[in-house]
């Protein structure tokens, strides 16, 4: 009798992805998770909650009074340094907040994301799992009135006033997410703080590295930079230009770069007290009875004098709990050298600790400890630009005071988008250029009969479906979700730095919008040219639906303003330039080594559309003829102008052979497979459509009887949703 194999139904249960993923037979498969990430029934209030409505009944003031009180009520299981939790908060929104990176707008404090791995246990982020844990009964008692995300960003900037400081202001409208966000990159490695340098070119020696993009931080595990220095190394001047690349890459300029680490530092102390071998498992890889408590200290009590977190040891100050002005103070004051922490890291003491500067110890009394900085802090007085800024600050106290709070209501807001999206009574009335800011409109909105008679004189100006369409996608695809900026509103399109963008340039739109601009003035009609070219955009479509005998109307709601050259941050609004769009077929040469398809699905995400909508979108607009430049690629129709299905019938049509042009599979050819008659060229981002499995399962019910009205549908949906993203008066 042969022994039968045993079962294992225990192992179709198990949800582990290098179990069960598609990644694990197919790793560069392309993968549409991104845009099935904000699925609506992820959250626990459901697919209709408002954060808006639910804050609207939240007492604020009410809120902020519990929130100082916890700051001095020190709990045994996690012992408040000098009583006071104002520093560690300041550290944990620092650290939600800091993540933000202004080339591709992800990171930021905009979502609640510290709660979720990778960056609950980022090494970090160390202990602040506990700073979380301090603000659950506040949480708990609020409940969906203020969401995590507010919460942990809020807890900072109420630390600060409790110490003394007069924070610039706060705005409210950070909504939660519910998974970890699966669109970010965090770098090459597979270890935490690595030091291989694998996401970085050039040398270290001669000072010619240089981070990879869309990175900010220097290592995998790490908000901004090695405090002991590069890779470990204990070098000033070297640790200033990865401080000067890594805050520029978080939207910084050097003097917010010295205001942010002089007042940030100003409070509060390194936590290394310890042997760094003693601190067990992260949150996330911690055990199940530990209850996602992470980083277990089996050094003495673990707790308190005992804590070890970033391995260096000591405060910078000798007053850490109150805003003053004795971070200069010392730092000038002394001569620096270079010691071991007990946990055996790098970090800097005084030759001699003049009077006045011993720190008393956080837990201890009585027991007096030397200053300490890191090699990021040494950076400030090296390197000479960051000096000259340093000098001037010691010598004006009221100067640093306003620069660190500007550029900490910056640091805490710069992934929450313009103005108009910020909740609550402490928004400052100020508009700042980071913010994009546009107009209020005056005068009443254009009424119904305006916009028709506007709309008829769009279609009789001679300009053709392509043209608008173009015009008005080029204003709006601009917009990235990732920090709500970008977009249609403002027609940035027109100033500097949108108006020289290659992509625009070849694309005709500043002829458009001289003929928009015309149509407009001659208008007795209050209306915007930033409206007037989404409204154009709508006659383009329904002129193209017409074309193929289909009466569509797309929705249009004005309320746009125009901006000014001087609302505009022209160094940032460079980020937003569409250096690849697949939706116009337009791809820089050589701008990056990512493939084409992956590059649509990123900006598919950027611009919220679900797949259904991307794919009628880029099969719409191929029908239409939407490419950049003269280029016919994916142009897969004899009717070009016309909204109709076509790219998908003729894609997915088994009389084509594709082959590729080249050796870089970048441009295809498709022949006739019974004549070999050239028919069409398409790029990769045409041909994923009938290659990916999931987009071709789309891609057929558009190409099937009744499939062109339900792609259609799908398109005006998509297209109403692109040219309204930056309408934070329509939602929110």
Not at 147 to 154: I, K, M, P, Q
Not at 408 to 415: F, G
Not at 446 to 453: K, S
Request: net charge negative; aromatic share 10%.
């Amino acid at each position: 009798m042969t022994d039968q194999k045993p079962t294992r139904p225990e192992w179709a249960a198990r949800t582990t992805p290098r179990l069960q993923g598609n990644e694990h037979w197919w790793p560069d498969q392309l993968t549409l998770n991104v845009l099935h990430q904000k699925h609506p029934d992820a959250s626990p209030f459901g697919a209709d909650f408002s954060y808006a409505e639910a804050f609207s009944q939240l007492d604020v003031d009410e809120l902020c009074a519990d929130l100082d009180a916890l700051m001095t009520d020190s709990q045994e299981w996690w012992p408040a340094d000098w009583g006071h939790y104002g520093p560690f908060f300041i550290r944990m929104s620092w650290h939600a907040a800091g993540t933000y990176r202004a080339i591709d707008g992800r990171g930021g404090g905009g979502t609640g994301a510290q709660r979720f791995a990778p960056l609950n246990s980022w090494p970090d982020n160390g202990n602040l799992d506990k700073a979380r844990r301090l603000l659950w009964p506040i949480k708990q008692k609020y409940g969906e009135k203020i969401s995590w995300a507010d919460l942990l960003v809020l807890a900072g900037n109420r630390a600060l006033e409790t110490m003394g400081f007069r924070t610039f202001g706060f705005g409210f409208g950070r909504a939660d997410i519910w998974a970890p966000e699966d669109d970010i990159y965090w770098g090459p490695e597979t270890e935490w703080l690595s030091t291989n340098d694998d996401r970085y070119t050039g040398s270290w020696e001669d000072g010619s590295r240089v981070l990879d993009n869309p990175l900010a931080a220097v290592q995998m595990g790490l908000i901004y930079v090695n405090p002991e220095g590069p890779n470990g190394v204990p070098d000033a001047m070297k640790s200033a230009q990865d401080v000067r690349e890594t805050f520029a890459r978080m939207g910084m300029n050097d003097r917010e770069t010295v205001a942010l680490t002089v007042g940030g530092h100003t409070f509060g102390k390194m936590h290394g007290n310890g042997p760094a071998d003693a601190v067990g498992e992260a949150p996330e890889g911690s055990k199940v009875h530990e209850q996602g408590f992470g980083w277990a200290n089996k050094n003495e009590t673990g707790l308190g004098e005992y804590t070890v977190t970033s391995g260096l040891e000591g405060a910078w100050t000798p007053t850490p709990t109150q805003w003053d002005h004795s971070y200069l103070n010392t730092i000038f004051a002394h001569q620096w050298e270079v010691k071991k922490s007990p946990a055996g890291a790098n970090q800097w003491e005084p030759v001699e600790v003049k009077e006045g500067f011993w720190v008393p110890d956080a837990h201890v009394e009585g027991k007096k400890n030397p200053p300490v900085m890191n090699t990021a802090d040494m950076a400030m007085i090296t390197d000479p630009a960051y000096l000259e800024i340093s000098k001037e600050f010691h010598q004006n106290p009221d100067v640093l005071a306003d620069e660190f709070a500007r550029a900490w209501y910056k640091l805490l807001h710069r992934d929450m988008g313009p103005r108009a999206r910020y909740l609550g009574p402490q928004v400052p009335n100020e508009s700042l250029v980071w913010q994009d800011p546009v107009p209020e409109h005056q005068g009443p909105l254009v009424n119904e009969q305006q916009t028709a008679t506007l709309k008829q004189q769009i279609a009789e100006s001679g300009l053709t479906a392509k043209q608008l369409v173009g015009t008005a996608w080029a204003s709006a695809c601009t917009y990235r979700q990732t920090d709500h900026r970008g977009g249609a509103n403002g027609a940035r399109i027109r100033l500097e730095p949108q108006a020289d963008w290659d992509i625009n340039v070849r694309s005709g739109v500043p002829e458009v919008l001289d003929r928009l601009e015309q149509i407009r003035g001659a208008s007795e009609a209050n209306i915007s040219l930033a409206d007037m070219i989404v409204l154009g955009g709508s006659v383009g479509v329904e002129m193209a639906a017409r074309a193929a005998g289909h009466n569509v109307t797309v929705p249009f709601t004005p309320g746009c303003t125009d901006a000014t050259q001087e609302m505009t941050e022209v160094d940032t609004n460079a980020y937003l330039e569409p250096r690849h769009d697949a939706f116009r077929n337009y791809m820089q040469p050589q701008v990056t080594s990512i493939p084409a398809e992956h590059l649509m699905i990123d900006r598919a995400f950027m611009l919220n559309l679900s797949v259904p909508q991307m794919t009628a979108l880029l099969g719409g607009m191929r029908a239409i003829g939407v490419n950049v430049g003269d280029s016919n690629d994916g142009i897969l129709t004899d009717r070009p102008g016309q909204l109709t299905n076509d790219f998908f019938v003729n894609l997915i049509d088994m009389g084509t052979v594709w082959e590729p042009l080249d050796e870089s599979e970048e441009r295809f050819e498709g022949r006739n497979r019974a004549t070999g008659e050239k028919k069409w060229t398409a790029t990769r981002v045409d041909l994923i459509y009938g290659s990916n499995s999931q987009l071709r399962a789309i891609a057929e019910e558009y190409a099937a009887n009744g499939g062109e009205e339900r792609m259609i549908d799908r398109f005006v949906k998509g297209w109403v949703k692109v040219m309204e993203n930056d309408r934070f008066d329509l939602h929110r």
